[in-house]
């Protein structure tokens, strides 16, 4: 399996107030580089799925994709963008991997585990789990079902990530929790309010994750 990364960061921020959370400022640096740092190594190419000017992720040096689907179609939409990129644009691609951009710890071997977890079936989705949750914003997806999504979200009067994943073979990845200092931390800990913020500053203070 080939794989690109695709971040997911146009997510509307309504608990944070709105605007761009990627680029809010962590340790020194936009949230969204710490999320790059993470999956770059893990995949063959890269690009963020964001909406509206694409100038503001500029200084990423990345492919800006927009949403095929008008308004707000959620994750499902950012999927199908970055299918549509990889057939277009990296055409040795077999898969797409998603992560989200307000989610700076996740793991850095979930690439690997996500892959391990589709014993060698090509065509399974995998989502990523922790502490009895699934998580379907980070995923291991076959560009080979990209015209079924397609088709789907064209249909469909619901654009929620589980519903299509269970038409299709699936499965989930497991991951353990962080251990630190101020106790154990979910690798998918995501940054929806300020408190949020604060409490992943002082994660990164705790232990390198």
């Known amino acids: 399996m ?20 990627g680029l809010l400022p962590l340790s020194g640096q936009p949230m969204l580089a710490h999320v ?16 509206g000017d694409p100038q503001r992720f500029s200084e990423f040096s990345l492919p ?3 949403d095929p689907i008008e308004g707000f179609a959620g994750p499902l939409s950012g999927v199908l963008a ?22 700076p710890f996740f793991p850095k071997d979930l ?5 391990a977890a589709a014993n060698k079936n090509a065509q399974c989705v995998i989502l990523a789990g922790s502490d009895g949750h699934r998580h379907p914003v ?3 997806w076959p560009v080979a079902l990209r015209n079924d999504l ?17 038409r299709h073979d699936n499965a989930v990845a497991e991951f353990p929790l962080h251990d630190t200092i ?10 929806n309010t300020r408190e949020d913020l604060n409490a992943a500053e002082t994660y990164l203070q705790d232990l390198s994750l």
């Not at 790059?36 to 909406?51: K, S």
């Not at 990129?85 to 307000?102: F, K, M, N, R, Y």
């Not at 690439?111 to 892959?115: A, D, T």
């Open 36 to 51: 790059i740092t993470r999956l770059r190594p893990q995949v063959e190419a890269l690009a963020l799925n964001a909406n």
């Open 150 to 166: 397609a088709t789907w979200m064209a249909e469909t009067e619901t654009y929620k990530v589980l519903a299509w994943v269970q």
């Open 111 to 115: 690439v690997e585990h996500l892959i």
């Open 138 to 140: 980070f995923g291991l």
């Open 2 to 21: 080939k794989c690109a990364g695709i971040i997911l960061a146009g997510g509307q921020s309504r608990r944070m107030g709105g605007g761009d959370k």
């Open 182 to 191: 101020s106790g154990r931390v979910d690798p998918f800990f995501n940054v």
């Open 82 to 103: 970055g299918m549509n990129w990889a057939v277009l644009e990296q055409p040795d691609i077999t898969h797409i991997v998603t992560a989200a951009g307000d989610t």
């Open 64 to 66: 800006v994709i927009a």
